[in-house]
């Protein structure tokens, strides 16, 4: 197995996508196969092309620890937002969320919970395509 | 107190030949005065000198701490001897002080038994021969009359580092009250003033079943009143049962009500009636000390040390640019040793509007103390109300033609607060560094102002003189209720309520007030420097202080950037 995820990431950085330290992290996908009839012979598949994955990742930082978690909203005009994730963890710094809209700007604010109210938003941030 | 007298009592010689000058002890007001000469040699100086605390950044570290729910600190406010022992000056500083003046010629000398200051008088010469600077008379274009020091003070360097400054060198600041009498109002009292009854109505204290009771509220004064008032107040008004004020006097001030139209007994009396109107089972400390600029400190100095009262109203202040920055900075030492002691303290924002100078209207200026970063500036709104008299709404109270209103702005002096911060917009008007007032606001117009009862009558006056006791009275029965459940009293509110005033809570718990003008700043949605976050709908913003767990603060400083992976 360890050889066959080795393999996988020699691939990934032949591609298009720029290879990277955190291309290590990747899990593999599972294998495909042609072999239908049951025969579970060592042949090894070669895995299909992967779309990458658009993300936008975050940090901030907590005002102090008076927070059950963190509300992360997001906007395409900077105006409307709506709620992209709950992070239930009242000392995180950050999260990585799909990015919804790649070709386009973006506007992410963030807010901490508790079961007593949500605070004011973080400035708002603003990404471009 | 420790008393220093003849000079065979000195151990300690001065034999420096070099000396330190201690900046920033003229107002910036002396810098357009016309010098007239020399003072009345014969004149007495009475100066009050605060000794250094110890440890500042520690302490303002502290203070923090103590604010931030679920800190290990959080509430754990310090006892005056805790903070004298930590922060505080040493007996070596006093002893020091008190022997460079005596050596001077001073005479009275006395140091409090805390150490946080030392007390002294003397004639001209003295003071002029010990300081390195001569006092003279200046006039303001305005045509104030006041001395001041012709430079700053110089001492030996072993001094300069013993002390904060020294108190009594000007007679710029002295110290007005904010009440303003009016004619009629809006209220079912005599002249139309609201009751007790009417604006506990209005802001939903009379849902609050919390009375003051086993609480201690304390009033800063500069002049004395009639207790007779205060009875006839409590009859009238049906408040049974009152305690009746307890008076402290400092500085040799008799208690006695001075007399005229300057006089600030109204404000005293109203004072005691309107903490009392909100919670009829406080025990309220009238402290009260002659308006000079020793009395001043001295009685603010007392407040702290005695740690009486957790909750604290001043209603007296003086435009910034009439202290010298070594003032202020004496006080926001007091303010801080409060802070840590967990005293809440409000403050009149003034009724000059934007304009806090009388003598310079045209002139941008906050009110001190209000502007000062551990006090809690209390802003002026005119109240409307529905028949029945509940709550309808509230804009700025300003009045062009009187040139009055609630008192806001940016200080020239300190810096913008951690809670503060983003809070400064071109919409409001405000400041991206500097401090801004007023925190919160109160119902202060005088054309809908309060019932009181004052030198023998009914009347009706205004101002934020009246906004600044009832939110202190208020924050008497957040404290009762608190200790009731085993929470600590709120402290210094400011990090509170802003913490409050921006969450969620906000709408519930604020008469956000989006209307008018304070002569200058608009009043916005969210905060604004006519009103601050807004007057409060009592029984919500009551039940957000009580909770064990407050709305969380907003974090900062968020990143990102888009990945593809």
Redesign the interface.
């Known amino acids: 197995m360890a050889f066959f995820r080795l393999s996988f990431i020699v691939l990934l950085c032949g591609a298009s ?1 720029a290879c ?1 330290k ?2 290590t992290t ?1 899990t593999a996908p599972a294998p495909t196969t042609s072999n239908t009839g049951g025969n579970s012979g060592g042949t090894t598949a070669t895995p299909a092309p992967t779309t ?17 978690g ?1 509300d992360v909203e997001g906007s395409s005009d900077g105006t409307t937002f709506t709620l992209l994730q709950k992070v239930a963890d009242p000392a995180a710094t950050g999260a ?1 969320i799909a ?1 919804p809209s ?1 070709s386009q700007k973006y506007y ?16 708002v ?1 603003q ?1 471009e395509p | 107190m420790r008393t220093w007298g003849s000079l065979s009592q000195i151990t300690l010689l001065f034999i420096s030949i070099s000396a330190s000058a201690l900046p920033a002890h003229r107002p910036p007001r002396m810098a357009a005065s016309k010098d007239l000469g020399h003072v009345d040699p014969g004149m007495s100086v009475h100066v009050l000198i605060p000794l250094a605390v110890h440890n500042a950044d520690q302490l303002a570290n502290l203070i923090t701490r103590q604010h931030i729910p679920g800190d290990a600190l959080y509430g754990e406010f310090l006892t005056p001897s805790e903070f004298s022992a930590t922060f505080g000056p040493t007996p070596d500083d006093a002893a020091a002080v008190a022997q460079y003046l005596s050596l001077n010629g001073f005479t009275n000398i006395v140091a409090d038994p805390s150490n946080a200051y030392v007390l002294a008088e003397a004639e001209v010469p003295q003071v002029e021969h010990a300081l390195s600077l001569e006092l003279h008379n200046y006039q303001t274009p305005e045509g104030l009359m006041a001395y001041g020091p012709t430079n700053e003070p110089t001492v030996p360097p072993e001094i300069a580092s013993r002390i904060q400054g020294i108190y009594g060198l000007h007679s710029f600041s002295q110290h007005r009250h904010h009440a303003l009498r009016a004619n009629a109002g809006i209220g079912s009292g005599p002249q139309g003033g609201l009751t007790p009854a009417d604006f506990r109505t209005a802001y939903g204290l009379d849902k609050v079943t919390a009375t003051g009771k086993g609480q201690k509220l304390a009033l800063f004064e500069l002049d004395g009143y009639a207790l007779s008032d205060i009875t006839a107040y409590a009859t009238q008004f049906n408040l049974r049962a009152i305690l009746s004020p307890m008076n402290i006097l400092v500085d040799g001030f008799s208690g006695k009500p001075t007399k005229g139209t300057a006089s600030g007994q109204p404000e005293v009396t109203l004072d005691i009636e309107l903490a009392l109107a909100v919670a009829p089972a406080v025990q309220v400390l009238v402290y009260e000390a002659p308006n000079t600029e020793a009395g001043y400190l001295q009685e603010w100095m007392k407040i702290a040390s005695d740690n009486l009262a957790k909750a604290v109203s001043t209603s007296w202040g003086a435009a910034e640019d009439l202290n010298s920055a070594a003032d202020l900075a004496t006080e926001n030492m007091i303010f801080m040793q409060m802070a840590a002691q967990g005293q809440s303290v409000f403050a009149a924002a003034g009724d000059d509007g934007a304009y806090d100078d009388p003598n310079m209207m045209k002139t941008l200026e906050v009110d001190d103390p209000g502007s000062q970063p551990y006090v809690t500036s209390v802003g002026g709104t005119t109240l409307a109300v529905n028949a029945g008299l509940s709550y309808k709404n509230e804009t700025v109270w300003s009045d062009a033609a009187s040139v009055s209103g609630g008192g806001g702005g940016i200080s020239s002096v300190w810096p913008i607060p951690s809670w503060q911060t983003g809070l400064g917009t071109a919409l409001n008007l405000g400041s991206t560094t500097q401090r801004m007032v007023p925190d919160i606001s109160l119902n202060s117009d005088p054309n809908t102002g309060y019932s009181v009862f004052v030198q023998g009558a009914s009347d009706v006056y205004g101002g934020t003189s009246c906004a600044a006791p009832i939110w202190t009275a208020f924050t008497a029965l957040v404290n009762q209720q608190r200790e009731a459940t085993n929470l600590p009293d709120v402290g210094y509110v400011n990090p509170t309520i802003y913490r409050v005033g921006q969450s969620s809570l906000a709408p519930s718990v604020f008469h956000d007030v989006t209307a008018g003008k304070n002569l200058f700043y608009p009043a916005e949605t969210n905060y604004d420097l006519a009103t601050g976050l807004g007057s409060f709908n009592a029984m919500t913003l009551f039940q957000a202080l009580i909770n064990a767990v407050l709305p969380p603060a907003a974090p900062t400083q968020l990143k990102g950037q888009r990945v593809v992976n």
């Open positions: 996508v990277s955190s291309n990747l990458p994955t658009p993300k936008i990742s975050l940090t901030w930082k907590p005002a102090d620890a008076g927070q059950d963190f990585t990015d790649p992410i604010r963030v807010r901490a919970y508790n079961s007593a109210g949500l605070s004011a938003f973080t400035a941030l990404l």
